[in-house]
């Protein structure tokens, strides 16, 4: 089966499945469908990696892998169907019900990593508990501008200082009460928020349905004047 020479495998498996579905794992019995699994990946590169497991259905069970054209399918997912192309690592389980396969996902550096849609459109993914979510405009914008820290301090506009006291005080924010409190347009605080988000000052949340922001993980406000 391309070439997987499986290993023994039962209670590794047995021990991912028990974790159920979740930000970095994700079950798939049916490889039919290029594009669906197009999007799994695209989530996953676009958050912090994860796997497929191939041959488990989403209750858990283990049917095994069918054949080899499942494999070839993932991988025609991976590169023609996800941009920029991903190279996913496989690995052959043996176990009691059949064989399990591992697809291995890294977070990709160069994001965003579109899947692309049945009308041809291409759209960005990101992975939220066991969802594979649309990402958010903002996000895009903030992944293609992103820039690298490089240990310097960074002045903060007054406008960008109101706006990360604002999520301070809130913990999370829309859109809408972030150009209420710094008293910008809409263009003008998304432009604020890109910016932000590019070097780690602010985040997406997903809550309720839709993404929202908040302090990046990355934010120390030693580092900034």
Same mark, same amino acid.
């Given at each position: 089966?391309?070439?997987?020479?499986p290993?023994?495998?039962?209670?590794?498996?047995?021990?991912?499945?028990?974790?159920?579905e979740?930000?970095? $794992?994700?079950?798939?019995?049916?490889i039919? &469908?290029?594009?669906?699994?197009?999007?799994?990946?695209?989530?996953?590169?676009n *958050?912090? +990696?994860? #796997?497929?497991?191939?041959?488990?259905? &989403?209750?858990?069970?283990?049917?095994?892998?069918?054949?080899?054209?499942?494999? @070839?399918?993932? /991988?025609?997912?991976?590169? =023609?169907?996800?941009?920029p192309?991903q190279?996913l690592?496989?690995?052959? @389980?043996?176990? &009691?019900?059949?064989?399990?396969?591992?697809?291995?996902?890294?977070?990709?550096?160069?994001?965003?990593? $579109?899947?692309? /849609?049945? &009308?041809? #459109?291409?759209?960005?993914?990101?992975?939220?508990?066991?969802?594979?979510?649309?990402?958010?405009?903002?996000?895009?914008?903030?992944? $293609?501008?992103?820039?690298? $820290? %490089?240990?310097?301090?960074i002045?903060?506009?007054?406008? /960008?200082?109101?706006?990360?006291?604002?999520? #301070?005080? %809130? +913990?999370?924010?829309?859109?809408?009460?972030? =150009?209420?409190?710094?008293?910008?347009?809409?263009?003008?605080? /998304?432009?604020?928020?890109?910016?932000?988000?590019?070097?780690?000052?602010?985040?997406?949340?997903?809550?309720?349905?839709?993404? =929202?922001?908040?302090?990046?993980?990355?934010?120390?406000?030693? *580092?900034?004047?």
């Amino acid at each position: 089966m391309k070439d997987l020479r499986p290993i023994k495998g039962k209670y590794y498996i047995a021990g991912l499945i028990s974790q159920g579905e979740h930000e970095h $794992q994700d079950f798939k019995f049916a490889i039919s &469908d290029a594009l669906k699994i197009a999007r799994s990946i695209s989530a996953f590169a676009n *958050n912090d +990696g994860g #796997r497929l497991l191939i041959g488990v259905k &989403d209750n858990g069970r283990i049917a095994g892998v069918r054949n080899e054209e499942d494999i @070839f399918v993932v /991988e025609q997912a991976a590169e =023609m169907y996800c941009r920029p192309a991903q190279q996913l690592r496989f690995t052959a @389980f043996t176990t &009691d019900d059949g064989i399990v396969i591992r697809a291995e996902i890294d977070a990709c550096p160069d994001r965003p990593v $579109q899947a692309r /849609e049945p &009308d041809g #459109r291409w759209r960005a993914y990101y992975r939220v508990k066991d969802e594979n979510i649309v990402a958010s405009p903002l996000m895009v914008r903030a992944w $293609q501008h992103r820039k690298r $820290q %490089s240990g310097a301090m960074i002045a903060l506009s007054e406008q /960008e200082s109101v706006l990360l006291a604002e999520l #301070r005080r %809130s +913990g999370m924010a829309n859109v809408e009460q972030l =150009m209420i409190a710094s008293r910008q347009s809409r263009a003008a605080t /998304e432009d604020i928020i890109v910016n932000l988000a590019a070097i780690g000052i602010v985040d997406f949340c997903y809550s309720n349905g839709r993404f =929202m922001l908040c302090e990046g993980s990355d934010y120390d406000k030693n *580092n900034y004047i």
